[in-house]
Nanobody, 119 residues
Framework: QVQLVESGGGLVQAGGSLRLSCAAS????????RGWYRQAPGKQRELVAS???????DYSDSAKGRFTISRDNAKNTVYLQMNSLKPEDTAVYYC?????????????WGQGTQVTVSS
């Protein structure tokens, strides 16, 4: 099992910045991908950013140029630096770890942290 604990959410004005952190514990061997998803009220959960063990990153179109995902392997922590925040970034942000690949992959989720951007 893997436990994920997010922190760093909060209320910020448009144009501001936040850094989310996700600390992992437990059996984190064979974790292949780490990432962040978000879910706004009435909307589906969507990928924001991800990073593979090899360091390859992927961003949603809305995150490109504003958000940066990074990791600290020594601390078993993944970060999401969010700059130039917009009201439409308001959502619950979830940390996500994936073990394995493809159809046999297993997903772990954090409890979520609220990000609210005021206009």
């Amino acid at each position: 099992q893997v436990q994920l604990v997010e922190s760093g959410g909060g209320l910020v004005q448009a144009g501001g910045s936040l850094r989310l952190s996700c600390a992992a514990s437990g059996s984190i061997f064979s974790i292949t991908t780490r990432g962040w998803y978000r879910q706004a009220p009435g909307k589906q959960r969507e990928l924001v950013a991800s990073i593979t063990n090899g360091g390859s990153t992927d961003y949603s179109d809305s995150a490109k140029g504003r958000f940066t995902i990074s990791r600290d392997n020594a601390k078993n922590t993944v970060y999401l630096q969010m700059n130039s925040l917009k009201p439409e970034d308001t959502a619950v942000y979830y940390c996500h770890y994936r073990r394995g690949w493809g159809a046999t992959a297993y997903n772990y989720w954090g409890q979520g942290t609220q990000v609210t951007v005021s206009s």
